[in-house]
């Protein structure tokens, strides 16, 4: 399965992506999302699962049956949107709160035996600065979830995504 990650007006993502909407989960922000609390709960209390229970309580779990995640977020600083950071901040009980050496560096381990390819698409007036940020930043998320980093692509209007393949 699929999973697209979008920060996009409603309705927009699926005027975009019409006729490729086969298996894939979708999370879009139609639904309202409580930031994480930083409690670490979904590692000691409830391992696996967010403490909070609303939609998006269970997304480690959900990572973990994806063969690849798309995220499309406007760029903001190098970074992603606050909500897809949000959604982000929710998915860490994806990994383990224990470390691991890996390629002499510290990282969480692995919760599920498990990796997915991650794509990112930015869009927005992007500077070239921000660009080596953004690039920096999702091969580093993918190296602390243990997924292959497939690419980030940059637009500078939405409109210019019509016709990507997902």
């Avoid at 080596?132 to 980030?152: F, H, K, Q």
Wanted: include cysteine; aromatic fraction near 12%.
């Amino acid at each position: 399965m699929r999973l697209i990650i979008h920060d996009l007006e409603p309705g927009r993502f699926e005027r975009l992506f019409a006729g490729q909407l086969g298996d894939l989960h979708v999370i879009s922000p139609d639904a309202p999302i409580h930031h994480c609390l930083g409690c670490f709960g979904c590692w000691v209390k409830t391992p696996g699962a967010c403490v909070i229970r609303d939609q998006y309580g269970d997304l480690g779990e959900l990572l973990a049956s994806c063969q690849e995640v798309v995220i499309i977020s406007r760029c903001c600083y190098g970074g992603f949107s606050p909500f897809v950071k949000n959604i982000l901040d929710r998915s860490i009980s994806y990994i383990h709160p224990f470390f691991v050496n890996r390629n002499g560096e510290m990282h969480h381990r692995r919760r599920y035996n498990h990796q997915a390819r991650l794509k990112v698409w930015f869009y927005g007036e992007v500077t070239e600065e921000e660009k080596v940020t953004a690039r920096g930043l999702v091969a580093a998320n993918a190296v602390n979830l243990w997924w292959d980093a497939a690419g980030v692509s940059f637009y500078r209007d939405i409109s210019e995504m019509e016709g990507e393949v997902l």
